[in-house]
């Protein structure tokens, strides 16, 4: 049978905000457990939350940016439920009236074509503490510092089909939400991460399959071989007469497999009413003008810029957008060598592939971008050809340095010299009489062809540092004449 | 010492009759002597009290005090307190010791007052007769049969006996009013959101609000301009300018129009009850007062509504007493279910789990529209008709509770029956407007309380009534021992 995936992602974004979303508390990462919190964070008696004004401005700016309804009337519920890292025995979040309603987000997908993924909404609320199960013995340690920090969660339509698109939906959501300078995107601290849910049901069905949803996953990769893995578990259990229970499930990505997690034994009644403690937030259309006005360049506007004033095809400039760190690197090479063709070939081709060879994201590659720029000026300038750019980008990568200095000690300097190469051209032609003759006597247009053989030994005879376009001229007059 | 008014010890203070240390020390001795017949206290903080009053005697001997400067008050347990134990009147939080102060609890402290204490209650503010006390029932010094009325039960007794000349108290279905009514004092509710919640233990938060229960109405005021104000901690105070409350004191009443809602005078009320409270609005209509009959046609319902509105709320709000951070854990639990189960078990008393059981159950999956939004709707309804009410006249009175206090034990075994007892008082809470009870006569020695409620931020309006009342009649100077009836033989005569 031929099955039709259906996925849907709930993405937790954790806001940049300086405090937290209800309290006063500095809200940031890393710091030792419990010193992040005030009255309201423990969840002491008597005290009260105070809504984060700055939390309101981020989730009404990524409403615009996804061109979304903005809510002007939403209210904050609670959402109860006990468990230790819950101080209050409850969680504030939005239910009824979220803050963002409808929106949509293109992605593009591998064919280059571009899709419409529906945003159903997105709704402020706070973050648990973590519950600390390692380290304490038998017992388990509370902190509370994450609790209160502030998470905008953005939920989508059913709309994806398989996990590329789940993977390029974050993408761009991650490439919005960082270029809007809401969240600092970082995957690995928890900063972002989603909840896939996924069911198949036979190709041609309406009626959605039963679902299940996939927890906290905090990695572009991660969700791609989770959605997968959990594709083929659902088809398999199908296939095999079963059928798909709805529950929520762990990806473990060190088996590649997706389980059950503890069971939190019955349904969950949340008992969600609005939270008495906070007034419902009411906004007008003026503020959110204001805030739709300050927005920054966003990822769609920056392609379409790099296509009209850059001349960057459609897919580069896509590409290239697709974050906006990616985007800054880019624009910082342009900005050294000149050249954007050359320049986004360049963070397309040779630091995408070693980015995903070593696996590392923009942000920490160790190629800086006024390095990649320099290079591609001394393609530009002849000084090197693209073989020797290769490995001044490998040096580059590999044990950092100076562009011009690499060079230099690894004698790649392309030899222009006419008289040099000459000497080379004439020694290839003369140790090769035979494939000389079957030049000779072949055809004028296939004679192109033939002409790599040449090249090759030329390059090879200059240790690669002849420079391609001399080599390649020469030959060809002095074959012609022969012939 | 015993009976002064905020109002007297402020001059006596002033005057250097005595410092400040010297009434905290009677005063503590005082309860210590005879707090026992009343319980009344839950407990004395002594160490802190001596403290501030030697802090308010600085102040005063360099003319830097404020009226309250060194004047003693008592807290209704359910204030956080600095280094002192809050209990809510809960095992649950028989140890805790907040870190912080409440803002009410700051106000007050920075005025200059000096805390001796914290008063009984019902457990965490749940109940009308401060029988729910982990602590105990409280017994009310007008007859030690009869109830103090809750939920600050203690600190009207506390006052009516006259152990402290002030005390603090909420208000969520009528606990500071039916306690001042049943104790013969006067209570304030101010208008929700006029005074923070912060640092008050939660039991309804969009019904709870704090105010004095003090012996006269001046003092009500003097009370109240201190523990009022906009407070950036609660989200749900009210930004707006505190008038001071003693300012509008002396107006007449001329031309003032009072409403009297037919739905307060109905079969449920004690006819010498009535009778005290239609003396009383003669009195006010002496003062040059118009009395309207109005109606409030959708009172009844405040019953029902209330009792799914507030157990929701707190259902949730006592969600935080999970024996994981604070307050009591039960001995040695075998996983985290054992624990909630076993520390809430043993740490609520019966009307608190009761009312946490209702409304969880208000709250569920399928019954939340039956009920909890039904209930929202009632209020609204209930809200209407004060807007309409008191579009016709400035004040609504009437009694604070059908009878005057029952007798200890008569209501513990029928909740429901305990439940109607809030029938006059609950609706303010549900409207949010302001409401006092001031005493209004006895009925066989016990005391009745004139209800005044008024539109929202009238509480200077109200103060005003009250205190014009107070200075044509002298119920509110009664005390239990003022007709020489020794508070032991009225309990053997009853």
């Known amino acids: 049978m031929s099955w039709e995936i259906v996925i849907g992602l709930e993405i937790h974004v954790q806001l940049a905000t300086k405090s937290k979303l209800f309290s006063g508390a500095k809200a940031g990462f890393g710091a030792a457990p419990n010193t992040q919190t005030t009255l309201v964070d423990l969840g002491m008696p008597g005290a009260l939350p105070v809504f984060n004004q700055e939390a309101l401005r981020m989730a009404v700016a990524f409403g615009t940016a996804i061109d979304a309804e903005v809510c002007k009337h939403s209210v904050f519920a609670r959402k109860n439920y006990f468990y230790p890292d819950s101080p209050k025995g409850y969680q504030t979040s939005q239910m009824d009236h979220p803050i963002v309603g409808l929106g949509h987000l293109d992605i593009q997908l591998e064919d280059r074509s571009i899709k419409r993924i529906g945003v159903t909404r997105a709704h402020l609320e706070e973050d648990a503490g973590k519950s600390l199960h390692e380290d304490y013995d038998g017992m388990t340690g509370i902190d509370l510092n994450r609790s209160s920090t502030p998470l905008l969660e953005i939920v989508s339509e059913p709309d994806m089909r398989n996990a590329k698109e789940a993977v390029a939906y974050m993408r761009k959501m991650h490439a919005i939400v960082t270029t809007i300078g809401i969240s600092d995107g970082n995957m690995a601290e928890g900063s972002m991460r989603c909840d896939a849910n996924v069911s198949i049901r036979p190709k041609g069905q309406e009626k959605l399959g039963t679902r299940a949803e996939l927890k906290n996953i905090n990695s572009f990769k991660f969700i791609e071989r989770a959605i997968n893995v959990e594709v083929e578990r659902q088809i398999d259990i199908l296939e095999d007469g079963g059928k798909i229970v709805q529950e929520t499930r762990l990806y473990d990505s060190d088996k590649n497999e997706t389980r059950p997690m503890r069971s939190k034994e019955e349904a969950n009644d949340y008992r969600y009413f609005p939270c008495p403690d906070l007034l419902p937030i009411e906004i007008d259309d003026a503020y959110i003008d204001a805030i739709r006005q300050s927005l920054p360049e966003l990822p769609d506007q920056r392609s379409a810029r790099f296509v009209s004033q850059l001349g960057l095809s459609e897919y580069d400039a896509s590409v290239l957008s697709a974050s906006r760190t990616l985007a800054d690197y880019f624009e910082a090479v342009v900005l050294v060598c000149n050249d954007a063709k050359l320049s986004a070939n360049w963070v397309t081709g040779e630091l995408s592939k070693y980015m995903n060879q070593h696996n590392v994201e923009i942000d920490q590659v160790p190629v800086t971008a006024v390095h990649l720029g320099q290079l591609i000026n001394r393609i530009m300038d002849d000084t090197i050809n693209s073989k020797g750019a290769k490995a001044v980008f490998d040096e580059l990568w590999n044990q950092a340095g100076e562009v011009d200095a690499i060079i230099e000690a690894n004698g790649l300097k392309q030899v222009s010299d006419i008289g040099a190469i000459e000497a080379m051209v004439d020694d290839v032609i003369a140790s090769s009489p035979k494939q000389v003759q079957q030049y000779a006597d072949a055809e004028v247009e296939k004679r192109g062809k033939m002409l790599g053989f040449f090249m090759g030994q030329v390059m090879k005879a200059s240790k690669g540092s002849a420079n391609p376009g001399q080599v390649n001229g020469l030959l060809k007059k002095k074959l012609d004449l022969l012939c | 010492m015993t009976h002064k008014t905020l109002v007297q010890i402020a001059k006596d203070l002033a005057a250097g009759k005595y410092s400040s240390r010297e009434i905290t020390q009677d005063i503590i001795a005082d309860i210590k002597a005879r707090d026992a017949v009343y319980n009344s206290f839950i407990s004395l903080s002594e160490d802190l009290a001596l403290g501030q ?101 203690g600190s009207a007794a506390a006052v009516a006996a006259g152990l402290v000349p002030a005390a603090t108290g909420t208000d969520t279905g009528g606990s500071i009013r039916q306690p001042a009514s049943f104790c013969n004092l006067t209570g304030i509710k101010p208008t929700y959101g006029r005074v923070s919640r912060f640092g008050i233990i939660a039991y309804a938060s969009s019904l709870d609000q704090a105010g004095p229960m003090c012996q006269t109405a001046e003092d009500a005021a003097i009370m109240l301009n201190a523990m009022a104000g906009f407070d950036e901690q609660d989200s749900t105070s009210v930004q707006q300018e505190t008038p001071d409350f003693t300012a509008e004191l002396n107006l007449p009443l001329h031309g003032l129009k009072v409403g009297l809602p037919k739905e307060f005078f109905g079969p449920g009320l004690n006819p010498q009850v009535a009778e005290c409270i239609m003396a009383a609005v003669k009195e006010i209509e002496k003062l040059g007062a118009q009395i309207i009959d109005i109606s409030l046609p959708n009172l009844e319902l405040s019953i029902p509504a209330y009792y799914v509105i507030a157990p929701s709320e707190a259902s949730s709000n006592l969600s935080r007493f999970d024996g994981v951070r604070y307050g009591y854990r039960c001995d040695k639990p075998e996983n985290l279910m054992d624990l909630y189960c076993r520390t809430r078990a043993e740490g609520f008393g019966t009307e608190v789990k009761r009312r946490i059981m209702v409304g969880t159950y208000a709250l569920s999956e399928g019954y939340y529209d039956a009920y909890y939004v039904k209930a929202q709707r009632i209020r609204r309804l209930i809200k209407d008709d004060f807007a309409r009410a008191l579009s016709q006249v400035d004040v609504i009175m009437g009694p604070v509770a059908p009878t005057p206090a029952f007798d200890l034990g008569s209501n513990t075994k029928d909740p429901v029956a305990m439940y109607l007892e809030d029938i006059y008082t609950l609706s303010a809470n549900m409207a949010g407007i302001p409401a006092m009870s001031a005493p209004a006569g006895f009925v066989n020695g016990r005391p009745v309380g004139l209800h005044i409620m008024g539109n929202y931020f009238a509480e200077a309006k109200l103060l005003n009534i009250a205190h014009q009342y107070q200075q044509v009649t002298d119920w509110h100077l009664q005390t239990p021992t003022s007709n020489n009836v020794p508070v032991s033989n009225q309990e053997k005569g009853a």
């Open chain 2, 53 to 153: 009053a030697d802090a308010a005697d600085a102040r005063i001997k360099v003319g830097n005090a404020d009226i309250l400067t060194g004047v003693p008050f008592a807290h209704k347990d359910l204030f956080c307190t600095q280094g002192h134990t809050t209990t809510a009147a809960s095992k649950m939080l028989a140890n805790f010791v907040p870190p912080y102060e409440s803002t009410v609890g700051q106000r007050l402290l920075s005025a200059g007052a000096v805390c001796v204490g914290k008063t009984n209650m019902d457990e965490f503010a749940m109940g009308s007769s401060n029988e729910s006390s982990f602590f105990g029932a409280v017994k009310n010094p007008w007859d030690l049969n009869a109830v103090p009325g809750g939920s600050s039960g």
